[in-house]
Each structure stands twice: as structure tokens, then as C-alpha cells.
DNA sequence: AATTCGAAACGTCACAAATG
DNA sequence: CATTTGTGACGTTTCGAATT
């Protein structure tokens, strides 16, 4: 119960020129792997773990979207099923109305002759 | 069956509004 | 101010029904 998702992720040098005018921020998480420097004194972390630091954050931060977004939907949803119903309602009491309008206008109309 | 199609659900991005 | 949260827009995936 788990699909691989495969998005478009825009993190290839592909460049043709016609993307969905979008993606304009690639985080991109492409360090040139290897190479562990210590970090300079003082510093308390080195680059990796900064980088691995913001992955980090934007992962979470994927995560709790897609979250709001499905609350969003559902929130969403219950609404308009709400106003429906409310329509639904109205409607059938405009039809009472427009009965009562009718009946009304009958019984007060002048006798022709 | 296999294919096609529309609708619903989804994940992500960008951006505005809310919050601390 | 910087961060977080809510939502519209977009492209993708999933699902069920109709058609071949």
C-alpha cells in the first residue's frame, strides 16, 4: 500500500525550454557526494549536515502540506455538500411559495362577468 | 479481457494571510 | 520582520463504468 510516485521533479538539466512555466524553485539537493571537510571551528555544522538539515525541513514540510491539503479538500467538500443540501431546501420552499402566490392570486382575482 | 473516458482523489508549488 | 498555515491551480494517479 505504498505507490512509488514518479512527479515531475524538475532536477535534470533536460532545458528544453517548453516546462509548465512553474518550478521555479528546484531545491535541489545535489551535492557532489564525498569529500567530508571538518567544519570549521566555531561552526557547529558542516555543510553536509546543513544540507541534510534542509532536505530534512523540506520533507517536513511536504508532509504536513499534503496533510492541510487533504484537510482542505475535505473541509471543502462538506461545505458544498452543505450549501447543496441548503439549495435543495430552498428550492422546495420557493415551490411552496410560488404555490401559495398561485392560490392566492385566484381567490382574489375579480369575477370576469 | 482490453481499451477508453470522465470524475474523484492526490501531491506539489506558489502565494496570501495569519501568527509569534 | 521570519515562519507557519490555508488554499487555488496544475499535473498526475486511481477507479469505475461504458464500449469494443
Given at each position: 500500500?505504498?505507490?512509488?510516485?514518479?512527479?515531475?521533479?524538475?532536477?535534470?538539466?533536460?532545458?528544453?525550454?517548453?516546462?509548465?512555466?512553474y518550478q521555479i524553485r528546484a531545491p535541489t539537493t545535489a551535492l557532489p557526494q564525498g569529500v567530508v571537510m571538518a567544519a570549521s571551528p566555531g561552526s557547529l555544522h558542516s555543510p553536509q549536515q546543513l544540507a541534510e538539515e534542509a532536505t530534512r525541513k523540506r520533507e517536513l514540510r511536504l508532509?504536513?502540506?499534503?496533510?492541510a491539503a487533504k484537510e482542505c479538500r475535505r473541509r471543502k467538500k462538506e461545505y458544498v455538500k452543505c450549501l447543496e443540501s441548503?439549495?435543495?431546501?430552498?428550492?422546495?420552499?420557493?415551490?411552496?411559495?410560488?404555490?401559495e402566490l398561485e392560490t392566492l392570486k385566484d381567490i382574489c382575482s375579480p369575477k370576469t362577468d
Open positions: 500500500m505504498q505507490k512509488p510516485i514518479m512527479a515531475v521533479t524538475g532536477d535534470d538539466t533536460a532545458a528544453t525550454g517548453d516546462m509548465p512555466t508532509m504536513k502540506n499534503r496533510e441548503r439549495v435543495a431546501v430552498l428550492e422546495v420552499q420557493n415551490k411552496k411559495l410560488i404555490e
